[in-house]
């Protein structure tokens, strides 16, 4: 391996070892402050500003990671409708969801790309997303035409309760 690779590898191991070590609010930084004043029109935070930490995420994020920074704040946002152990072995439905995030984190779209046919789980599923909308702004890097592109799996236990499998625990053996 040439040095060139070694210090890109290593690079790469110190950078994942800082993340890891982080938690799910550690995951972004903060954004620059709005412009608002105390004196602007409005002091009081709207809903939008409260429901979602005004954060950029780190420009070295990959879109795996960022994946996970998403799940995170679904499952922050919605934490009674998240199972907090390992998903059961025969799962009641799994919800394959696609939403599109513009450069600022708000979502544009989103859409089922795969069901069992569960409606309670795929509304769920779907109401979730929205809920936790606007999302911490994605890397530039990962930006195609100033949007990103996410693909989720939601797994579902008997009880209506789901992970997202890209934070989810390992499955239990039936």
């Known amino acids: 391996m040439n040095t060139r690779h070694v210090r890109t590898a290593r690079l ?18 903060p954004a620059p402050e709005s412009g608002k004043g105390a004196g602007s029109a409005s002091s009081k935070p709207t809903h939008r500003e409260t429901a979602a930490p ?15 920074v998403l799940a ?4 922050e946002v919605n934490p009674s409708k998240v199972y907090p152990g390992n998903p059961q072995a025969m799962l009641r439905s799994v919800v394959v969801i696609k939403y599109v995030l513009d450069a600022n984190g708000n979502l544009m779209s989103s859409d089922t790309l795969r069901t069992n046919g569960d409606t309670v789980a795929t509304s769920t599923a779907l109401g979730a997303l929205r809920h936790a909308a606007p999302f911490p702004a994605p890397p530039s890097h990962l930006l195609n035409h100033g ?25 239990l053996d039936e």
């Open 12 to 29: 790469v191991v110190a950078a994942a070892g800082i993340l890891a070590g982080c938690s799910s609010t550690q995951l972004y930084e």
């Open 54 to 68: 005004a954060a950029r995420v780190s420009n070295f994020m990959s879109l795996d990671h960022y994946k996970r």
């Open 72 to 75: 995170q704040r679904i499952a």
């Open 147 to 171: 949007r990103v592109e996410i693909l989720e799996t939601m797994l579902f236990n008997d009880d209506g309760r789901f992970q997202m499998r890209s934070i989810a625990a390992p499955q």
